[in-house]
């Protein structure tokens, strides 16, 4: 898959990335591109740099990785208590004034039962996209209020 996108996409060389949240899949991704635009523009795999954090509670963010064109993002909803990432689409926004120490100056603009989720498989995810020009809506699996049930 990867392959695929340097191949076929306009890619810049990685740089260095430590990450301290990442899937294995994002990681061999950075390991390999430092930022890449596909489907002549529709996605944006930002540079890691770039990436932009919303914190949902004291457990969960989501972080995106991937601008679309119509304004929404691709990022990984992560439960740091059961230490599993699910990838969403939703639309988030910059804060002027974050009421608290957990917001990173963005917040979430989608209700969470509006925001679709498509699996925890960055890999999976990214080559569906490349089969179908970008088109991933086959691969929902649910959403995203359904993941934030109670810790057990």
Known sequence: ?????????????????????????????????GSATLFDGAWRLQP?????????????SIETIIDLADGRSIGAAIDFTTQTSHWVVCRIEKVTQPPDALID????????ADVPVYGTSLALLLDAALDS????????TGRLDQLDGPVT
Not at 18 to 30: E, I, K, N, Q, T
Not at 48 to 58: A, I, Y
Not at 105 to 111: A, C, K, N
């Open 133 to 140: 020009g970008g088109d991933i809506s086959h691969m929902e």
């Open 1 to 33: 898959m990867i392959d695929r996108i340097i191949s076929d996409h306009d890619t810049s060389p990685p740089r260095p990335y430590r990450p301290l949240d990442a899937s294995a899949d994002l990681v061999a991704v950075y390991r390999r591109i």
């Open 48 to 60: 890691v740099v770039d990436h932009r954090r919303v914190w949902r509670g004291d457990r969960c």
């Open 105 to 112: 100056g963005f917040r979430l603009v989608d209700e969470p």
